[in-house]
């Protein structure tokens, strides 16, 4: 299987290539350009197979393995109650951009999502400053 896998990314590999290289060399001419429009559509076509394949090799290395199943979903429960934290602080009120009111609920979630990025980062930060402090202890 793995070697199948394989051989399908060399030869779209290279069709991405060569179709890469058609666009580079047309012309600006609309009349010309019909031919991007289907090679978009393949694009969606193999992006999709390739999230088909990613997600269906983890999901199979996550369920043949039940420690790292345990690891996985404590993470994911852990990223999630960072979310609803933010979710909770985070300010809901209606701001004016561009001459245009933004409604509390987009704000509240731009807040929770700037909240959970700066949680995040510092967590980050955090664990880096702490190995190193553990590396230099232990030399």
């Not at 779209?12 to 559509?41: A, H, Q, R, T």
């Not at 979710?87 to 209606?94: F, R």
């Amino acid at each position: 299987m793995h070697k199948l896998v394989k051989i399908a990314a060399i030869i779209v590999s290279v069709l991405s290539v060569v179709f890469l290289g058609l666009l580079m060399g047309s012309s600006d001419e609309p009349k010309d350009n019909s031919w991007i429009s289907p090679l978009i559509y393949i694009s969606y076509f193999i992006l999709a197979a390739c999230v088909v394949l990613v997600l269906a090799f983890v999901l199979k290395n996550l369920f043949s393995n039940t420690e790292n199943l345990k690891r996985t979903l404590i993470s994911i429960g852990l990223f999630l109650g960072v979310v609803l934290i933010s979710y909770i602080l985070a300010d809901g009120s209606d701001v004016k951009a561009n001459g245009e009111v933004v409604s509390g609920s987009t704000s509240k979630w731009v807040s929770a999502g700037l909240n959970v990025f700066y949680i995040l980062a510092l967590a980050a930060i955090g664990a880096m400053v702490w190995t190193g402090f553990n590396k230099l202890i232990k030399r």
